[in-house]
C-alpha cells in the first residue's frame, strides 16, 4: 500500500523527508519530537565554585549550596562543581535512562570518584547514559559530581572567536534531568538523514540520487511516529538501499576517531589537561560500546598529562591501546610548530616524543601526524626517517591562499633526498563528522584519483569537544559499502598508508619545503616567545656540551640527565603549534614566559656545575698541573671550530685599552684560561670618527662603514675587495613600517597587501653620535621615534677581527596593527636568496614571476638569510628572529607586529634584540657565514672563579672540514658511559671528514635519531680521529663508547 508511484517532485519529495527528521518543524508531529520520551527532575542538585582548577578529592570537601538550573556563575576560568542526586522512576524498567545535562562551559561528570564521560554542548555531548535498559536490581538512586569550567570549547573569546577572551563572563546549566531515550527513533533519523543527504549531495545527475529519494519517500510513507511497531518496515528499506553495493574500483575512505587538541590556544595549558581527560574518556565510553571503533591520538605531553592527572584513566587508555582501538600517533612530544623549532630541537620532538610511547605503549609511532601547522620544513622527511617514520598526515596545506596544493597522496621529498609517503585527508578536515557530505568531497576533492584510491578521513570534535558521537559511527557504519558512496572502513594509519604502500607506483614526488602560504605573519607575531625559545635552544646546547666534557673528564660527574629532560620537556611543549607562533591568547603567553625563565635558571645554574667540574678536572687530566689555589676566569668555546672574538670579560681582564673588553682565541669545543686566550693581538683596531658632514665612519680593517645621522648606514664596504655593500643611492639599516591589518586571523596573518603601506621610520630623537670610540670595539648610539608612543634606540657596533657590523637594538613599541621591520638595500643581484633552516639552507626566488613565487612574500628562515651573486654578496643574521623577506635586491628582516587578538596586548613594551649585516665574497659557505651565525647566536662563554685554571687550551672535539657542523654533544639516553654526538653537512655537498677527540673512544656507531645503534654500522677510528662521510645536508649521529 506504501508502494506506489509520485510524480518525480524532487522538491517536495526532499523537504518532506527534511521536516520529517527536523528539529526544529513539526517537532508536535514528525519523528525527530519522539527522540525522548518522559523525563523527570533530578532529586537535588548543588553547587561550589573554585578559583582553581583542583582535583576531584579536594572538590568534594568543598562546600556545596543549592542550584538552581538557570542561575549564572563564573567567572571565566574558575570552575562550578555540581553534587547531583537522582532517582530513576521504577515505572522505566526496560527503557534507556540518560542524565540529559546542557550548560555552557566544558563539563566532566564524575562517578565513584573516577572521571566517567565529558559533557559538552559543542561537541554534542548533552547525555550522559544511566542505564542501556533498565531493570529491577540495578540501583535506580545514583550520586554524580559534575565539574564544569567556566569556558567554551574556544575559551572565552569576546565577540568573535579568536578575540582576547571576556574574564567577566557568565554561566550557566539549562538544562539537567533524567529522559527517556528511544534509540529505535535515533535509528531511524540517522537512516533518513543519510538518505536526504545523499539526495542533497549526489544532485539530480546521479540516478542513485532518485533511488535515495524514493527510499525516504516510502519511509515517510510507512512510519508513523506514535507508533513504533510501524518502524522495522521503514528501517528494513533503509537496510535495503544501504545494501546495494559498489562495484570493485570504488575509492575506499579510512574512517579515524579524531579529536585534534590544542596544547594551548585561547585557553591555557591547565585547561588542556582537563580537555584531554574529558575527551578520552568520553572515547573510551565510546569504545565500549563499539569495539570496532579506531581513535587516533598524537602528542606525548597529552598522554603524560593525563598519566600524572588521571592515572585511572590512563590505564584504560593503555588497555585500549593494546586493543588496538586507542591509536597513539605522531611520534613527537607536541605537534610543534613545522618552521620555527631548530633541527635538535625537532630531533628531540621526536626523541622525547617516540621514547614516551615505546615506554607507555609499546611501540614506536610509524607516522608523523602534524595536520594543524603553519608549514613544514624541507628537512622534516629526513627527521622523520632518522626517528623509524616514513609515513605523514597533515591537510593545513588546503588553507593556502593564493596556489592549490597539486596532490593529496605523494612522496614528500626532503632537502637531503629522504622520501616520505604523505597524505593529505581530501576532506580538507580533521574535524568530519562521518556524513555523507564528508564521504563525497572526500573522492571529489582527491587530486591524485587514478593514483590512489585510498584516502582518510578523520571524525570527531577537536579541542575539548570530546572527538567521535555514537551518532557519527552510526552514519559511517550505514555505508560501509553503498552504491554511490566511497566505500568506508574504520581503519588505522597503518591500514590506510599500507594499502598507499602497496600501490604506490603512479605517485608523484614533492621535493623541498611545504610552503604554507597563510600565517606568515607567526614568523614574527609574540617576540618574546622567539626570543625565549632561541635563547634557551642555545642554553641547553651549551649545558650538554659542557656536562658531556665535564663527564668524559671524570666520570664520577652527575650528568644531569634528568633535570635536562624536564627542560627539554618545557621548550618542547612551548614549541607547540600556537604557542611559539605566537597565536595564543595573553596567559599562554605568560605560561610560556614562565617555562623559558626556569629554563634559564635552572640551566644557568646546571652550566655552573658543569663549567665548575670542567674547571677543576681539566687541570688535573689535561695538564697535570695542580695550581689548584689559583682562581682565574676560563673561556668556554662550544661550538665546533676556533673562534677568535671581542669578549667582555667580567673578572680580572689583563691589559689591554678597554678594561672591560678582551680578544680572546678559544679552540673548538674546548676551554682556555683568559690568560691565555688574550695571547692573539688584533691585526687591526677599530676606529670610529666623526666626519666633517657630520657622518660617522666605522673601521676595523675588513670593514668601513658610514653611518648617517639617523642611523642608517649610507656605506658598508668590504675593504680587501673594494666592495660596496648597499645598493646605489640607497641606506642600509633602513627601519620600515607598515600597516598590518589582515582579513581575519590577526596574530596569524600579514597580507600582500600590507607592501603597498611602506613609511620610512626617519624622525631622529637623538642624532648618531660615538659610544665607544675604538680600539677592540667601537660604536655608535641613536634614538628615532617610529611614533608618539614608540622609540626604537640602537647601538651600532664594530669589532676588531670581525666581519659584521652588529645591531643591538632596543625597542619601545606600543603600536596597533603596524609591522616593524628593518630593510637592507645590497648590490647584489641573483634571482634566488638562500635562508638557513633545521640542519641546512634552502633558496627562495627574490622575484615575482608566478603566483607561487610572489605568494612568498613573507618567508621563514633561521639565523641567516644570504643574498649573493657569483663572487660577492650579503648576509643578515639575527640572534632572535624568523621572518625574512628578500625582494629583488633589499634584504628584509622582520621585527615586531602588534596583532590584538588573541592576545590584546601582543608585543607591547620593550624588547631587546640584535642582528648583523655581513659582506662577503665568495660564497656564503666559503665566507663562513653559518659559522658566524652560530657564533651570534652561541656566546663565548665565561667560566667564573674556575677553582685551578688550564694553563693550556684543550680542545674536545674538531671536524677536519668546515661544511660538516657539530651540532650536538650529549650523553647517551640509554648509557651512562655513552656519548651521542650529532653532525650535519651545511654546505650542500658531499664530503668525508675526520671527528678529533681528545677523550678516549673505545667504539664509535652509527645511531639514529632514537639512538638506536646500527649493529652494520661501526664508524672506523683512525689515527685521525672517526672517519665519517656526508651527502649534502646529511645528518649523521654517532654514539660514542668512552674508555
Ligand atoms: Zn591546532
Known sequence: MYHQPVLKNRRTLLERAEKF??????????????????????ESISSSLSRQRIPFLEAVKQNFEPYQVGDTFGPTWWTCWFKVSLRIPDSWRGKQVHLS?????????????????????????????LTECLKDDEPHSISLYVELACNSLFGAGQGSMIAAPDPDRKYSVQKAELVVFKSDVRELLTDLEMLVDMVKLLGEGEQRGYQALFTANEMVNLCEPTNPSSFPAARSLAQKFFSQRNGESQHTVHAMGHCHIDSAWLWPYEETIRKCARSWVTVIRLMEKNPHMVFTCSQAQQFDWVKSWYPGLFTQIQHFVKKGQFIPVGGTWVEMDGNLPSGESMVRQFLEGQRFFKKEFGNYCKEFWLPDTFGYSAQLPQLMQGSGITRFLTQKLSWNLVNTFPHNTFFWEGLDGSQVLTHFPPGNSYEMKGKVEDLVNTVKNNKDKGRANHSAALFGFGDGGGGPTQLMLDRLDRVQDTDGLPRVQMSSPDRLFSELEADSSLLCTWTGELFLELHNGTYTTQAQIKLGNRRCETLLHDVEVASSLALCLNKTFQYPSEPLQVLWRQLLLNQFHDVIPGTCIEMVVEDAMRYYQDIRTVGTRLLRVSCQALGSEGTMTQTGDSDSTATSVAVLNTLPWERTEVLPLTGGAPDHQQPCLALVTVPSVGVVSVRDATATKPVSLVSVKVQADGTILMENGILRAVVNKDGCLASLYLVETNREAISHGCSGNQFVLFDDVPLYWDAWDVMDYHLQTRKPVVEVVSPVQIASPGGLRGSVTFTLRISDKSTITQEIILDAMCPYVKFNTQVEWFESHKFLKVEFPVRVRSPNATYEIQFGHLQRPTHRNTSWDWARFEVWGHKWADLSEHGFGVSLLNDSKYGYSVHQNTMTLSLLRAPKSPDANADMGSHQFTYAVMPHTGTFQEASVIQWAYNLNNPLRLIDNAPGSHTVAWSAFSVS???????????????????????????????????????PITEAWHCDLLERVDPSRPAPITASGISISFSPFQIVSLLLYLK
Not at 672540514?961 to 640509554?974: F, G, N, R
Open 21 to 42: 527528521i527536523s528539529e526544529i518543524y513539526f517537532t508536535d508531529c514528525n519523528l525527530r519530537g519522539r527522540l525522548y520520551g518522559d523525563a523527570c527532575p533530578l
Open 101 to 129: 545535562w546542557e550548560s555552557d562551559g566544558e563539563a566532566m561528570v564524575w562517578r565513584d570518584e573516577q572521571p566517567v564521560q565529558g559533557l559538552t554542548k559543542e561537541g554534542e555531548k548533552t547525555s550522559y547514559i
Open 961 to 999: 672540514a668546515a661544511a660538516v657542523i657539530l651540532e650536538t654533544v650529549k650523553q647517551a639516553e640509554d648509557r651512562k658511559d655513552g656519548l651521542v654526538v650529532r653532525l650535519y653537512e651545511s654546505h650542500g655537498s658531499s664530503v668525508s671528514v675526520y671527528l678529533t677527540t681528545g677523550f
